[in-house]
């Protein structure tokens, strides 16, 4: 699952809390056995440490965007926690290209680094499947392919969706040179605004759920699930859909 970190009224940058993280971990420990976080600041660099504590293992994510200073701080911490032993795979970077806030330049050079200090562990980089599909070097910089796979951002209508995001396993697969491929995102929201033919419902959310999931067993396929729990700070990013991924609604009861 990815990590819902933020609670009803907090957005990124707002203080966290160790109980927060410890209480909603808690609640995903007897349904999965790892966890995606996406910074390593701002109190995200306890979701690793209490993660580790509780038996997951961990996609841990350093945040970039288009300032330099925080970069440095975000690969800092990763790189610690990983020498902390406290990381299994490490992501530089989430969507940084497809926001447009780096040139894959300054990105290889990003990774680059990270693996120099940490050569023990995979290091990757998140972004939609297309990116791959398009920057052979991207994925020659990368130890493995952590790619973002939804239908419903594409406009899909549901009833196509799962065949869709066959495609985009496979067209990632097919530019991966060999190397593994991961789903670090794909879901389904339970309401909110149309996307194209893509309609968000409780139904549409549930079974979208269970036919990747299905899928995902059946052909051996690691994936992480988008996402853990409602979050009402998306919406400033994505309208009114954006607070609505989660299995688990922002009370932190389950949907379902």
């Known amino acids: 699952m990815c990590f819902s970190l933020y609670e009803q009224g907090q957005k990124p940058g707002d203080p966290v809390t160790e109980d927060q993280i410890r209480r909603r971990l808690g609640i995903l ?18 979701i690793p440490q209490i993660a580790r504590e509780l038996g997951f293992k961990t996609l841990v994510g350093a945040w970039l965007g288009n300032e330099q200073d925080k970069n440095h701080q975000e690969i800092k ?9 406290l990381v299994d795979v490490a992501a530089v970077g989430n969507e940084v290209l497809y926001r447009e806030e780096l040139p894959e330049e300054q990105l290889l050079e990003y990774i680059g680094e990270v693996k120099k200090q940490i050569p023990d562990i995979p290091v990757g980089y998140v972004d939609a499947y297309y990116e791959f599909v398009e920057r052979p070097s991207l994925v020659q ?8 796979c939804y239908p419903f951002w594409e406009g899909t209508a549901f009833e196509h969706a799962l065949e869709h995001m066959r495609h985009m396993h496979q067209r990632t697969v097919a530019a991966a040179m060999g190397k593994t491929v991961v789903i670090t995102e794909t879901g389904w929201p339970s309401q909110g605004e149309v996307t194209g033919a893509a309609r968000p419902s409780r139904h549409n959310a549930m079974e979208y759920f269970l036919q990747t999931q299905l ?11 988008f996402s853990s729990f409602d979050e009402a700070w998306k919406v400033d990013t994505e309208g009114n859909v954006g607070a609505y991924w989660g299995v688990w609604d922002s009370k932190e009861e389950l949907k379902y």
């Open 77 to 85: 911490a990763l790189v610690q926690l990983a020498r902390q032993e």
């Open 29 to 46: 420990k007897p349904h999965t056995r790892w966890i995606r976080s996406f910074s390593c600041t701002e109190g995200n660099e306890m």
């Open 215 to 225: 899928w995902a067993e059946d052909n051996q396929i690691q994936m992480f699930y």
């Open 141 to 148: 910089a990368c130890d493995l392919i952590l790619c973002n």
